[in-house]
């Protein structure tokens, strides 16, 4: 049975071009994102590096050999920049060219030392799945920053990649005629069908990654407070869900300034924005990554703690007040203004009912702090039964 290796080739080119056309325009739609604009240079690279090697044997070899193979690389390496610009890191872009300049020497080498089709074929993959390698290692380490479903998916799809390029490598090596781009042999016929494949697919994750991203985005500015920076009560419901999956408690930290319309009275909203400002910026730096602060209303905040117990959130309380008592909000006039803070914690659980349900019952420890004389925290009466 005779493989026409030539169409498949011709194929990936038509694939390719569509696909780097569509990141291109994505890019158009979304500027901020520079990552499309390399994934979609870079399958055009490969979309005429592909139709290049497909016209071997009707176009010059230089062209279809070693310019071919070079913008197949190239393309490679502007896939991977992308990569590393969608998730954040570094990239010198100077260093572009030279994993393909490099192989172009390497082709050199080879046809003066009379090297064949495999031993092209051979580097060609080495060089391909080193670069992939590379994509997969960086999007790794991206998903411990910020998780995204598409980006996993995605990892999946570049270990393909380096599946099939080990494959053309090991057939070169232990199979005459099978590095030839163009010929008939079965394993590099079903190899490029394969890349057809991946480039489809890794299309596909590139702007499923992007829309993914977006959206959380625009979830999470759903869930803050614009004047504070940190979760509005929308937010904090979320987290509540999240922190208490599977019944875990979750201690519940609700927290009122002392006297706070009297500095709205007496200095203005704008002294007083600047006091709940302060208060975030101190509950936060306290709180670190234990758990998450929110603003519940007013000036009123919550902070929630997962997997703790009722007297962690207390050390966590007085820490937050005696932060907050040391600091001070200076006003246009030049006065300093102090501020104390009252708080109720208590501590529930998703399966004993809901962020509401379990503020009431913080709430009315705070209700004892502010008629005791403020400035206090207390744990309410009933924290301890709800602790499992």
Not at 189 to 197: E, K, L, P, Q, T
Not at 278 to 303: H, P, S
């Amino acid at each position: 049975m005779t493989f026409d290796t030539r169409i498949v080739w011709l194929c990936l080119a038509a694939v390719l071009v569509t696909v780097g056309v569509l990141l291109c325009l994505q890019f158009l739609l979304n500027r901020s994102e520079r990552a499309m604009l390399y994934w979609g240079l870079g399958k055009v690279a490969g979309a005429s590096g592909a139709m290049l090697v497909g016209l071997r044997g009707l176009i010059p070899n230089v062209w279809s050999i070693a310019v071919g193979n070079v913008l197949v690389t190239l393309a490679m390496t502007l896939l991977m920049v992308g990569c590393r610009l969608f998730n954040g890191q570094s990239v010198r872009t100077a260093w572009i060219p030279l994993p393909a300049g490099m192989q172009f020497v390497v082709y050199l080498l080879i046809d003066a030392l009379g090297g064949g089709a495999d031993l092209r074929g051979a580097v060609a993959a080495t060089f391909i799945g080193g670069l992939v390698a590379a994509g997969a290692v960086s999007c790794a380490a991206a998903e411990r920053v910020e998780h995204l479903r598409w980006r996993t998916w995605f990892i999946g799809v570049l270990v393909g990649w380096v599946v099939v390029m080990v494959f053309r490598v090991v057939s070169a090596a232990l199979l005459p005629g099978s590095g030839d781009p163009v010929g008939d042999h079965v394993s590099q016929f079903f190899s490029a069908v394969a890349v057809i494949v991946l480039s489809l697919t890794n299309g596909v994750a590139f702007m499923m990654m992007s829309r993914e991203r977006i959206d959380a985005r625009l979830t999470a500015m759903t869930m803050i407070d614009g004047p504070t920076g940190v979760l509005n009560r929308l937010g904090l419901q979320r987290s509540y869900r999240e922190l208490g999956r599977g019944g875990r408690p979750v201690v519940v930290v609700l927290t009122d300034i002392d006297d706070f319309k009297t500095v709205n009275d007496r200095h203005g909203h704008a002294v007083g924005d600047a006091v709940l400002g302060r208060f975030a910026a101190v509950a936060q730096r306290t709180l670190g990554a234990a758990g998450v602060v929110g603003r519940y209303g007013g000036d009123e905040f919550c902070l929630l703690l997962g997997e703790a117990t009722v007297d962690d959130g207390h050390r966590l309380a007085e820490r937050v007040r005696l932060a907050f008592g040391a600091t001070a909000t200076t006003t246009g006039d030049g006065d300093t203004v102090r501020s104390t803070v009252s708080i109720g914690v208590a501590v529930a659980s998703n399966r004993s009912g809901t962020l509401n349900e379990a503020l009431k019952t913080a709430d009315a420890a705070l209700y004892e702090a502010k008629s005791t004389g403020r400035n206090r925290s207390v744990i309410a009466s009933d924290a301890g039964d709800r602790v499992d």
